[in-house]
């Protein structure tokens, strides 16, 4: 069993900053893709970032400049650090990982999600 537990998501101003953190624990042997998804009401979710064991990253364009993702994988734990927040960045947030058990079978897994939302 693999668990994906989040944090760090709340009320913030248009403006401001907000770091979330992802935390993999279980039967892990290897963690290959790491990233965050996002939904808004009435919209499907949508891709934020990744980044690869070797940290290669990946944005959508709307976070390019604004969003950091990184990682730690001692701690098997990704993060996301979002500065100059817009509204429209309002959605519950989702870690993601692609990783390898014990078995080596592959398998995606999903944290519960954080709500972010930007707010005056």
């Known amino acids: 069993q693999v668990q994906l537990v989040e944090s760090g998501g709340g009320l913030v101003q248009p403006g401001g900053s907000l770091r979330l953190s992802c935390a993999a624990s279980g039967s892990i042997f290897v963690i290959y893709a790491m990233g965050w998804y996002r939904q808004a009401p009435g919209k499907q979710r949508e891709l934020v970032a990744t980044?690869?064991?070797?940290?290669?990253?990946n944005y959508v364009d709307s976070v390019k400049g604004r969003f950091t993702i990184s990682r730690d994988n001692a701690k098997n734990t990704v993060y996301l650090q979002m500065n100059s927040l817009k509204p429209e960045d309002t959605a519950v947030y989702y870690c993601?990982?692609?990783?390898?058990?014990?078995?080596?079978?592959?398998?995606?897994?999903w944290g519960q999600g954080t709500q972010v939302t930007v707010s005056s």
């Open positions: 993601n990982a692609d990783l390898s058990d014990y078995e080596l079978r592959m398998t995606t897994n």
């Open positions: 980044i690869t064991s070797g940290g290669r990253t």
